[in-house]
Nanobody, 124 residues
Framework: VQLQASGGGLVQAGGSLRLSCAASGRTLSGYSVGWFRQAPGKEREFVAAIRWPGSIRYGDSLKDRFTISRDSAKNTVLLQMKSVKPEDTAVYYC???????????????????WGQGTQVTVSS
């Protein structure tokens, strides 16, 4: 499956942004989809994941501000970000996997397919 992340950009602190992970080549039905982010000089960090058929997990301290959802009709997974902070600045990547288990969601190497990333910059 090929993934395309989009929706990044420049946003002021306190604002909102919605990222989209669109799949081509095959349906995301049956796939778990996750979002990770990577800031310069830092490791790739787990943001959120929506498993198939629907359980959700968030990274530490992100649940109150980020929401992950699946739009099956558009073969897309969304990441709604609100009340963004400068520390949210990073390249955001989406990933997909058919067989990832719950305990492995937050470990990036466990995911099979990756999109190219979309830059999110939050100004203070």
């Amino acid at each position: 499956v090929q993934l395309q992340a989009s929706g990044g950009g420049l946003v002021q602190a306190g604002g909102s942004l919605r990222l989209s992970c669109a799949a081509s080549g095959r349906t995301l039905s049956g796939y778990s989809v996750g979002w990770f982010r990577q800031a310069p000089g830092k490791e790739r960090e787990f943001v959120a994941a929506i498993r198939w058929p629907g359980s959700i997990r968030y990274g530490d301290s992100l649940k109150d501000r980020f929401t992950i959802s699946r739009d099956s009709a558009k073969n897309t997974v969304l990441l709604q970000m609100k009340s963004v902070k400068p520390e949210d600045t990073a390249v955001y990547y989406c990933a997909a996997d058919r067989s990832i288990i719950s305990s492995s969601l937050s470990y990036a190497p466990n995911w099979d397919y990756w999109g190219q990333g979309t830059q999110v910059t939050v100004s203070s």
